[in-house]
């Protein structure tokens, strides 16, 4: 079943580059990962979204994760409220959308 993960970030002043290139150099794909994209929300605002095979994948994945996520930790501004410097989800689709597929729980 397919699953997704999401996670927010807010980019330092002057490193949306850096922040942008960190992900561009990633060469590594662990099992079970389809693709993503980084989505820009406004001003320093990002988002991660990552697709994959299943819920289970994302799981075996999250030390691969947070090494990427330790190699632009330093362009990254805490986002407050006890969050750290990431705002992340996972879980598994219950709908899918799209345009040349019947809508259908997943």
């Known amino acids: 079943m397919t699953a ?5 970030f807010r980019v330092k002043p002057g490193r949306d580059q850096d922040f942008i290139e960190a992900h561009r150099q990633i060469q590594a794909e ?3 990962f389809r693709r993503g994209a980084i989505v820009q929300t ?3 605002g990002y988002c991660f979204l ?7 994948d994302i799981a075996a994945a999250r ?3 947070i090494g990427i996520l330790d ?3 330093d362009t ?3 986002l407050g409220g006890g969050l750290g410097v990431t705002d992340p989800v996972s879980g598994i689709a219950v709908l899918e959308i799209a ?3 019947e809508r259908r729980v997943a």
């Open 4 to 8: 997704f993960n999401i996670v927010r």
């Open 30 to 32: 662990p099992a079970g």
């Open 42 to 44: 406004g001003d320093r």
């Open 50 to 56: 990552g697709e994959w095979e299943s819920f289970e």
């Open 63 to 65: 030390p691969w994760m």
């Open 71 to 73: 190699s632009f930790r």
């Open 76 to 78: 990254l501004e805490d």
């Open 99 to 101: 345009p040349d597929i």
